[in-house]
DNA sequence: TATATTTTTTGATAATTATCAAATGCAGTA
DNA sequence: TACTGCATTTGATAATTATCAAAAAATATA
């Protein structure tokens, strides 16, 4: 499928936030997020969770490179990824996922094209993935996993609204309150570069901002 | 559902194109986008075409108004409609449809709360409309169904991608250029206050920006 | 047609952020 | 500790766009 007027455009999408108050082992914290987004049968979620891998990666280690059709929808456990892309000489950031949250690259995860991102680990990461193709096959056979589905996507399409509204009326100074809010952590493990473009202003400016007052 | 850090955003998604070189029926215009977007049975069509109304609206009328539910997923026939908000004093234009595409305020469709959105008819306007309720059900029954509205879903969420990029990354100048490429008959339909505000840049930037060279 | 109203354009100025360049700070290592 | 490389900050300037105000053009109305 082509999408008139703009090829290779992907988003990553964070479909969950750090339930905080007591630790769970990542296949637990997993489990977590995805009844939090569609509450599942105990039977449901069985299945849907074996259709599930754990690896890990070292920090800088590739999960996806620019180029290859992405197969994976990503779920990273203590740990953080980056997933990014080449404009003009410039790296963007497209999305930081930190500590129990999904991501994955839309526009190759769907339509099977290769991935314009790339996504490395920022730090040593557990990395659970699924396979586009499991989870096309699961959805034929669970009327569950089909609506869970169904709801990340949704969920992602908002997520998407949301972070459009923020670029396009929030300045500097707002957008990054919005992530020391929303994500205190990432400022605190992630170089500033990689936040400054994340947010869609330079480094220097980010660097004033947060400097300011 | 609650998305955390923004309430009420929406979106509104143009799932297809105009295509040019015969006239056809509103209904049938309608049952060629839906094919182009996944193609169906004949059964499956006229099941899904089943749930569909006809309605149409006075230019100035409203197809929703801000404040509530909106229970539609909508495709406009040969005209215009206009989806838009308050923010702070100031009306932004969300999203332009026009002749022959699908539009819906996702949030409030998707979560069931009021709309942020208020969408009206810029010209006499046949206007098709599909009951979030009636599409759920549906879904239960036919795979068919359920699959061609996840192909929606994430076509929309691509789009909005890359209007997200479009803004990011784009300069007044580029975004009009977009635009004109994309769907000339816009500027010669539509206020140009509305499309300053689609544009994401004020009426002054747009005027200049057209008037160049 | 003349008048009123709305839309669009033009001008001057201000605000925000990018760009380029250099200085400073910091971490790891010999 | 001193050195090296990288990350961050600071400074000066330029580019883009918003804002406010007014003029001009287009459209609607009497």
């Known amino acids: 499928m082509v999408v008139p007027g703009c090829a290779g455009t992907h988003i990553l999408c964070k479909f969950s936030q750090h339930l ?9 914290e997993l489990v977590a997020r995805i009844a939090q987004m569609y509450p599942m049968s105990e039977s449901g979620m069985a299945e849907f969770l074996s259709i599930w891998k754990s690896t890990t990666y070292e920090k800088g280690a590739h999960l ?3 180029g290859q059709v ?18 003009e000489e410039k790296e963007i950031t497209e999305w930081l996922a930190l500590d129990y949250n999904f991501f994955f690259s839309i526009q190759s995860f769907f339509q099977r094209v290769p991935s314009r991102l790339a996504i ?5 990461s557990e990395v659970f993935m699924m396979h586009h193709d499991d989870l096309m096959q699961l959805c034929e056979q669970s009327a569950e996993t089909e609506k869970l589905f169904r709801k990340m996507i949704t969920t ?5 609204q949301i972070r459009m509204e923020s670029i396009q009326f929030e300045n500097a100074h707002q957008r990054y309150q919005r992530l020391l809010t ?32």
């Open 20 to 28: 905080p108050g007591h630790y769970l082992g990542t296949m637990e």
């Open 64 to 66: 996806l490179k620019a």
């Open 70 to 87: 992405s197969n994976y929808m990503y779920f990273v456990g203590k740990g953080a990824v980056r997933i990014y892309y080449q404009k």
């Open 120 to 124: 490395h680990a920022l730090e040593n």
């Open 156 to 160: 992602s399409l908002i997520l998407s």
């Open 182 to 213: 929303s994500s205190p952590d990432i400022l605190k493990r992630v170089p500033l570069s990689y936040i400054a473009s994340f947010l869609g202003i330079t480094q220097e400016t980010l660097s004033r901002v947060r400097n300011a007052r």
